[in-house]
């Protein structure tokens, strides 16, 4: 059971915009950085969003990151269908001394 | 551009122990990175397992502490993580990845599949 609480499923139409809220608590989201991660069907997870709210290069504006004391959100604007994939928070922990990752967010562009 | 690439068998009998490489390519293992493995069981999310540094320091899942070890190999330029005991609840694809600093994972191997079965 992790302990960064995902939403399991969003959903919103094309072109429209969808945020993913990532819940932990002070020893992990609270005192660390958060970063995204999108997989797409049968690949690896790929970055999206490090130190809370900044973009890898080559990763669109349309995601940005946001952090306010124990939660974090992702949001994703002008959707498109090849935006449909899992995506999951991570962190560390400071009390377990690890990573944690969220349990995971389906995005389904409908 | 870093490179990973996982290797070692697919298939692992109950009770055994599980053991995969991740060569580093593109770039030195003894930079200022920490070096992962995470796994993601079929249908689920993904579990961090371990990490560690060229420096031979680890950490680890306390959930799976008992069972990992993690290692570095400086010459090869790869590292490797054993898993011991293993049972079908081990089945999962395991990557490796590098941890960029502020535990952000910039660089991924494509995974490669272990499945625990007689």
């Known amino acids: 059971q992790s302990v960064l609480t995902q939403p399991p499923s969003v959903s919103a139409a094309p072109g429209q915009k969808v945020t993913i809220s990532c819940s932990g608590s002070?020893?992990?989201?609270?005192?660390?950085?958060v970063s995204w991660y999108q997989q797409l069907p049968g690949t690896a997870p790929k970055l999206l969003i490090f130190?809370?709210?900044k973009r890898p290069s080559g990763i669109p504006d349309r995601f940005s990151g946001s952090k306010s004391g124990t939660s974090a959100t992702l949001g994703i604007t002008g959707l498109q269908t090849g935006d449909e994939a899992d995506y999951y928070c991570g962190t560390w922990e400071n009390s377990l001394t690890a990573v944690l990752f969220g349990g995971g967010t389906k995005l389904t562009v409908l | 551009q870093v490179q990973l690439q996982e290797s070692g068998p697919g298939l692992v009998k109950p009770s055994g122990t599980l053991s995969l490489t991740c060569a580093v390519s593109g770039g030195s293992i003894s930079g200022r990175s920490w070096w992962s493995w995470v796994r993601q069981p079929p249908g689920k999310g993904l579990e961090w397992i371990g990490e560690t540094y060229h420096s031979g320091s680890t950490n680890y899942n306390p959930s799976l502490k008992s069972r990992v070890t993690i290692s570095v190999d400086k010459s090869k330029n790869q590292f490797s993580l054993k898993l011991s005991s293993v049972t079908a609840a081990d089945t999962a694809m395991y990557y490796c990845?590098?941890?960029?600093?502020?535990?952000?994972?910039?660089?991924w191997g494509q995974g490669t599949l272990v499945t625990v079965s007689s």
């Open positions: 130190e809370n709210n």
């Open positions: 002070s020893s992990s989201i609270g005192n660390n950085y």
């Open positions: 990845a590098r941890n960029g600093g502020s535990t952000n994972f910039d660089h």
